[in-house]
């Protein structure tokens, strides 16, 4: 920095880091985040869940705060619904916050009479119908994967708290509200447990950029059931994903 006149220094500045989106400085976040779509159930984790919790951003009422879960740093932020906005979010947190390990901790549709409403399922991998990989240009078609440290961290946490999970491929689809009658039937005839919206593109940055990624659901809604949960259930009671995220958090 240039003197000031007189030939004196300035006085030292403090770096203020923040994007479009989100207002934390370097240093706020912590190096593994948890990623709800909802920002009031980042809230309600950081609330119940964390100790000494205190908000970096409320930028677009995309809630994130930073505390400790057994000691050790976890940050919790919302991400919104869909992969263009968890795409931003999880690419700023990876190459900007310099965050190594994304937990996505989300709702599902089951689409497998193996999964009931209200299990847990970690993704293995996620198939999708979106054209999100088209940013890398590839060759071919990506077969975006979650990372086997986070997913094996996180199948030990569930066995530690006695909670039974379900892993294997996801859908991770770009549209909510489907026109064809029947169309997750072709997905569910290939072993694909449920779908949700966000998850492809976490693992696609997650690899891009040298982190770890893994989505933790809970099933919400039932395809073949047609079992539904409220609204008010999914911000706050679907607490035994996050206590396995969190038990991963305090292993990664």
């Given at each position: 920095?240039?003197?000031?006149?007189?030939?004196?220094?300035?006085?030292?500045?403090?770096?203020?880091?923040?994007?479009?989106?989100?207002?934390?400085?370097?240093?706020?976040?912590?190096?593994?985040?948890?990623?709800?779509?909802?920002?009031?159930?980042?809230?309600?984790?950081?609330?119940?869940?964390?100790?000494?919790?205190?908000?970096?951003?409320?930028?677009?009422?995309?809630?994130?705060?930073?505390?400790?879960?057994?000691?050790?740093?976890?940050?919790?932020?919302?991400?919104?619904?869909?992969m263009p906005s968890i795409g931003i979010y999880s690419w700023e947190?990876?190459?900007?916050?310099?965050?190594?390990?994304?937990?996505?901790?989300?709702?599902?549709?089951?689409?497998?009479?193996?999964?009931?409403?209200?299990?847990?399922?970690?993704?293995?991998?996620?198939?999708?119908?979106?054209?999100?990989?088209?940013?890398?240009?590839?060759?071919?078609?990506?077969?975006?994967?979650?990372?086997?440290?986070?997913?094996?961290?996180?199948?030990?946490?569930?066995?530690?708290?006695?909670?039974?999970?379900?892993?294997?491929?996801?859908?991770?689809?770009?549209?909510?509200?489907?026109?064809?009658?029947?169309?997750?039937?072709?997905?569910?005839?290939?072993?694909?447990?449920?779908?949700?919206?966000?998850?492809?593109?976490?693992?696609?940055?997650?690899?891009?950029?040298?982190?770890n990624a893994l989505a933790i659901l809970t099933i919400s809604n039932?395809?073949?059931?047609?079992?539904?949960?409220?609204?008010?259930?999914?911000?706050?009671?679907?607490?035994?994903?996050?206590?396995?995220?969190?038990?991963?958090?305090?292993?990664?």
């Open positions: 920095m240039a003197g000031a006149p007189g030939g004196d220094k300035a006085p030292a500045m403090e770096v203020h880091m923040s994007t479009h989106i989100n207002a934390a400085s370097k240093g706020d976040i912590a190096e593994t985040v948890l990623l709800p779509g909802d920002p009031l159930r980042a809230r309600f984790i950081a609330e119940n869940f964390l100790q000494g919790a205190r908000c970096y951003n409320e930028i677009r009422g995309m809630f994130g705060y930073t505390g400790a879960y057994r000691g050790v740093p976890v940050s919790v932020q919302g991400t919104g619904m869909g947190l990876i190459t900007e916050y310099r965050v190594r390990n994304l937990l996505r901790i989300g709702t599902a549709g089951g689409f497998s009479e193996a999964v009931r409403t209200r299990d847990v399922v970690l993704g293995i991998s996620a198939s999708t119908d979106s054209n999100y990989a088209h940013t890398f240009r590839l060759n071919g078609s990506l077969a975006p994967t979650a990372s086997w440290g986070l997913l094996l961290k996180a199948k030990q946490a569930a066995d530690g708290l006695g909670i039974g999970v379900h892993a294997g491929n996801i859908l991770t689809s770009d549209v909510y509200y489907e026109q064809e009658d029947g169309w997750w039937r072709k997905w569910a005839g290939l072993g694909v447990l449920c779908v949700e919206m966000e998850a492809a593109a976490l693992y696609m940055n997650a690899a891009a950029n040298g982190a039932h395809f073949v059931t047609g079992e539904e949960t409220s609204v008010k259930e999914r911000e706050e009671s679907f607490t035994d994903m996050i206590r396995i995220a969190l038990e991963t958090a305090a292993a990664a």
